[in-house]
């Protein structure tokens, strides 16, 4: 008789009670249980996460066996692949194998070929056996079951590009597809750390959407980077600044965007103490969307207030409706960003 | 022959070159420089920020000779009240002396009490003399001049309170406001942290703003408090929870507002790793407002992918517009919030 779990996956933590899946010790691994708003995939391959799969590995003197072992034993003791001592996970990639009657409705059916899009750290994990180890690109080929909750995001791997490169662009999905969002026809917008992989992303988002009224310009560090840029239609035009240095980067962004202040700034520049010179560009009532890790939750809230701008600041949720789709369609619709993304990011 | 300044006053760094004046070491307090887009007041008391007042008061033994010394020391070697030790600065109350012709049309005339809402960290200060160190309410009343520059805000003393009433509300005026520009009639809100300062002033506003067909749940520590805030007119219901303890809080906040998700939550509290707590039970398309200082950005953006949830999270601004006339607002209409501020507040 199956039942209806917690959309979370709260009815799956053994202990301590009270916390989600991931912060818990352990979780219910136990795959012959079927709960209506459960997918339960069968594993191929986990992508461990980079600061775990180090850590195991240095642990392990690289010896395959011992790998192997340790692997095994988390799993058993945890029901999850969370590394106990740097409390990440990664993905996993896979075919589903059950799909849970509340979730019949999902695009997806028994059969297809899908990658996480949550971390193996809060993910039920059962593995039968481990059949390779790839030790170069922190990969795991498994036989094994995972479950995903009725909350759990995922991609279907698309037929028509490589997995390597699909996971590529999911990896930064939230970005583009919030860029997507936000931006509206003749909008300017100023994208920091433009030249990385999700600036590049949201640069081609920003111009998709903002239309030929309006305005988009990248911040790199160098010339050749804004060139490339330009080539890629990731953004119109483009200046050479610092964001650690905000005055100087406000004075040639807004030289850029005529004299005018910018209705949208996008933060992607993995680099401490750049908020204000993303705050600066931007118009009283505009947005200031930060998705870079580096940004400090005080220095955004106060330093807005200590120049008095009313703008709208949005912290970059990993996730978004339909991020995978909108991210995807990106490497399908320009064959310049495809082969920039085979070139450098796989 | 008067001159146009930089709107955030840029203009009076001295050094290093290429910071905003907060960042600067020194920076120009000439009194008799006059600039079209500044206002210049004649300071009446200066507010030091705790943190300051505190190390100034250890390093000079209480010594009020001492601490005159030091305080006159600083501000004629960096030009503003910043402490070099813990970089912060506080603000002033002062007199409004001249208005720049660029900035005639602001809603204050020469003569008018005003506080300043930017921190002394950036504000250009001129000393003559100091009259009296207040010891116990880190005050110090003195003769001297301040700059506010074109971007700086300010709040015009109100004659129908009392100075420290005014300045209780007007330290968190950015959340109340904040929450008074979200929060749409028949909107469901949770408050965390709901029986603080700012969580009282937000919750009033919230049930203001949602109406007779909205919901607004208080989350306290302590039953008493909850029933304080119903009796306040902050909260329509309430539930004792834990913030740190999301599943908790989650399933107790979902039962107060009949079995459904939140529109928007609004987190004033001050502790860590409450970031989920706000998150969960909103609902997907909702708003997520973080105004607390102890937000966790990483957290919160990690958070809301892990659990798929397509929330817009937003980095509470301590400053809107208007921020300082809709705080004070709600002490004129609620005789028992302002009753509540001067007992505990002030």
């Known amino acids: 008789m199956e039942k209806q779990g917690n959309k979370y996956g709260i009815h799956r933590v053994i202990k301590p009670q009270g916390v989600l899946t991931q912060a818990a010790q352990k979780i219910d691994n136990d795959m012959t249980k079927l709960y ?16 775990s799969f180090t850590q195991i ?14 692997i095994l034993g988390i799993v058993s003791e945890r029901g999850k692949m969370q590394n106990p001592v740097t409390g990440s996970g990664g993905m996993f990639i ?23 899009l949550v971390s193996l750290s809060l993910t039920p994990l059962k593995i039968e056996k481990i059949k390779k180890i790839h030790m170069d690109i922190d990969k795991v080929d498994i036989e094994g079951k995972a479950v995903l909750f009725e909350s759990a ?65 990248a911040s790199v560090r160098r010339d050749t980077q804004g060139k490339e840029l330009i080539e890629l239609g990731a953004c119109t035009d483009y200046i050479v600044a610092d964001a650690t240095k905000p005055v100087d980067l406000l004075e040639k962004a807004i030289e850029a965007n005529g004299g005018r202040e910018y209705d949208i700034s996008v933060s992607c520049v993995n680099v401490e103490a750049c ?59 320009s064959e310049k960003i495809r082969d920039l993304f085979n070139t450098k990011y796989i």
């Not at 919030?178 to 992303?201: E, H, N, R, W, Y």
């Not at 908020?275 to 560009?281: G, V």
């Not at 703008?311 to 789709?325: C, I, P, Q, R, S």
């Open 36 to 51: 209506t708003n459960e997918i339960i995939c069968d594993v191929i391959s986990l992508n461990i996460d980079s600061a």
């Open 57 to 70: 590995k240095e642990a392990c003197e690289k010896v395959p066996e011992k790998i192997e072992e340790m």
């Open 94 to 116: 896979g075919t589903v194998a059950y799909i849970g009657e509340d979730l019949k409705d999902r695009d997806i059916k028994v059969g297809d070929k899908i990658a996480s």
């Open 153 to 217: 995001i995922y991609a279907k791997l698309p037929d028509d590009m490589s997995e390597a490169l699909a996971l590529a662009a999911l990896d930064v999905a939230g970005a583009p597809a919030q860029t997507a969002k936000l931006v509206k026809p003749g909008d300017s917008v100023l994208i920091l750390g433009a030249g990385g992989k999700s600036g590049i992303l949201c640069g081609y988002e920003a111009v998709k959407r903002a239309g030929p009224t309006g305005n988009v310009i």
């Open 275 to 333: 908020e204000m010179a993303a705050i600066l560009p931007v118009r009283d009532g505009g947005i200031v969307y930060f998705f870079s890790m580096a940004t400090s939750f005080t220095r955004a809230a106060l330093g807005a207030e200590g120049i008095g701008k009313d703008v709208t600041m949005l912290v970059g949720n990993g996730y978004t409706k339909d991020h995978a789709e909108i991210t995807l369609w990106e490497l399908r619709e």
